[in-house]
């Protein structure tokens, strides 16, 4: 009785065995963790919120960086805003900003520090809520090929994520004469109602396809492309490539589409992230072995 109790209970054994060993050795979007997939998305989100704006106002008012404050911004003229005020993170197409911005020194000096201002939070048309700072160091002239911007925050939170850390982006033109943004960040984000705390440091190469020579930026579409590394937040190391260009349209809120892999340690199983056709939308797809899973994206 003992040896058929024995023999049963080892067959068991050996059926559970094989059966959660062919489920590691073929995951799926549905079995595995994709906390690494979702940090990084979040991360992307993110970032490429802060450097959109950015580099839009930036580049598109340039009567900040003049010297000269009684100006008004290209994308509140027509709407009577000021020059110390935009509607950078609100509707650039309204007299009401979301965030202050203002510029020291004054004068033809630099560097010059850009402060973003959101204040105590606001909420743009997009649905985003934002409050705390981003400031901005400019090395030189937007003119200088070789000028630089660091872009910090100062408890800076978006959507109840907070967001610390540095990023640094040099810029240059294509051979189309595109204007080129390359981005070198090394951040972390925080949200404990989440169970979010990534790190993450990645290049990221953001080439203007669209409305670089309008004087609104509702018509700015960015190509992105690069690599990056981090840790999740279940501690897991991952690494990241964007294997088909991420495209952002400032109008949207999120990445439209593109694709981007994600391999994490020490599973080394790949994980690809698909933002969808073009669509602007919170949806994307994970594909894990073959098998694919929609998900919604986070800001």
Avoid at 202 to 224: M, Q
Wanted: one cysteine or more; glycine letters at 8%; aromatic letters at 6%.
């Amino acid at each position: 009785m003992k040896n058929k109790l024995y023999i049963g209970l080892t067959a068991i054994s050996v059926i559970t065995f094989s059966y959660w060993s062919c489920k590691k050795a073929n995951p799926t979007a549905d079995n595995q963790d994709i906390t690494s997939v979702s940090d990084n998305a979040q991360v992307d989100e993110t970032l490429t919120d802060v450097s959109t704006n950015i580099n839009s106002i930036i580049i598109e008012n340039p009567d900040l960086l003049s010297g000269d404050l009684t100006k008004t911004t290209n994308a509140e003229a027509a709407a009577g805003g000021t020059a110390s005020t935009s509607g950078l993170g609100g509707n650039p197409q309204t007299s009401t900003p979301c965030a202050t911005i203002s510029v020291t020194p004054t004068n033809n000096t630099w560097p010059k520090t850009i402060t973003i201002d959101y204040g105590s939070g606001c909420i743009n048309t997009n649905g985003v809520a934002r409050q705390g700072q981003i400031i901005v160091t400019l090395s030189g002239p937007l003119t200088a090929t070789t000028s630089a911007m660091t872009a910090t925050f100062s408890n800076y939170v978006v959507n109840g994520t907070s967001i610390v850390g540095t990023r640094v982006t040099t810029k240059s033109r294509n051979t189309s004469g595109n204007l080129i943004f390359s981005h070198v960040s090394t951040i972390q984000l925080i949200n404990a109602s989440l169970s979010l705390n990534v790190t993450h440091n990645s290049t990221r190469v953001f080439e203007w396809i669209t409305g670089a020579d309008t004087p609104s930026r509702l018509d700015d579409i960015f190509s992105i492309t690069g690599s990056g590394s981090g840790t999740n937040s279940r501690g897991n190391s991952f690494t990241t490539l964007i294997t088909k260009p991420l495209i952002k349209k400032v109008i949207c809120p999120f990445i439209v589409s593109g694709t981007i892999q994600v391999t994490e340690t020490p599973s080394n199983w790949i994980r690809v992230l698909d933002y969808g056709d073009g669509t602007c939308d919170n949806l994307a797809t994970i594909t894990i072995n073959g098998v694919s899973k929609p998900i919604r994206l986070r800001k």
